[in-house]
């Protein structure tokens, strides 16, 4: 390992996501910052944001470089419901909710895919997980399933058939929240036929 690979290494030692300006204070130089991203040694999450791209512990890991690279992006729908394990599919890139006045996300790694919410689907159920990767911003499970529902038409049925019953059968589901985000969200009347069929 060279000097140079070394100390970037040792810059990244407490922080796993550094912005341009903290690397130039560690004393990184400029070009040696675009050289380890040529080698494939770091990775730019987006313009002036850089993580090692050793650094990689699965999907906790692209979440949080999400979540790091804007205050607004919120984990959602597929990505939200792999993150509890109420979905089989494995989605390409991560799902991410934006508000509807906001500019475009512009991240390059991990791949995303942003959908744009209004104000009340945006707002409700919004929490903060602590993953060893750093803070992940998503919906809460009880949200990420009307979300599905809401999106049954364009991602698919049997996706929000399967995270409810999902859902449902967890432990420590809470069929009252589910109902209470349903209603907020005015989905309660797609998602009740549903519900009273799997719990009969």
């Known amino acids: 390992m060279s ?20 690397l130039l204070e560690r004393g990184i130089d400029p070009r040696d910052i675009r050289v380890a991203e040529d080698r494939g040694e770091i990775t730019r999450i987006k313009r002036g944001l850089y993580k090692l791209s050793s650094d990689y512990s699965g999907i906790e890991s692209d979440l949080a470089d999400v979540t790091a690279a804007s205050k607004f992006a919120v984990i959602c729908l597929t990505s939200a419901l792999s993150y509890y394990e109420m979905t089989s599919y494995i989605s390409p890139e991560v799902t991410v909710a934006m508000p509807m006045n906001m500019t475009f996300l ?9 959908y744009y919410f209004s104000k009340r689907p945006y707002s409700v159920g919004i929490v903060e997980q602590e993953t060893e990767s750093g803070i992940v911003r998503i919906y809460s499970p009880e949200k990420s399933v009307c979300d599905i529902f809401r999106y049954r ?5 049997d996706l929000a058939v399967e995270a409810l019953k ?33 719990l009969g």
Not at 106 to 114: M, S
Not at 153 to 157: A, C, P, S, T, V
Not at 190 to 198: G, H, L, M, N, Q
């Open 153 to 157: 038409n364009k991602l698919g049925e």
């Open 3 to 22: 000097n140079k690979e070394d100390h970037i290494k040792q810059a990244f030692a407490r922080r796993r996501i550094m912005g341009r300006k903290e």
């Open 166 to 198: 999902e859902y449902l059968r967890k432990k420590g589901s809470d069929v009252n929240k589910l109902i209470e985000h349903a209603k907020m969200l005015r989905i309660w009347t797609v998602i009740r036929p549903y519900i009273t069929a799997i």
């Open 106 to 114: 512009n991240i390059a790694y991990p791949p995303v895919h942003i």
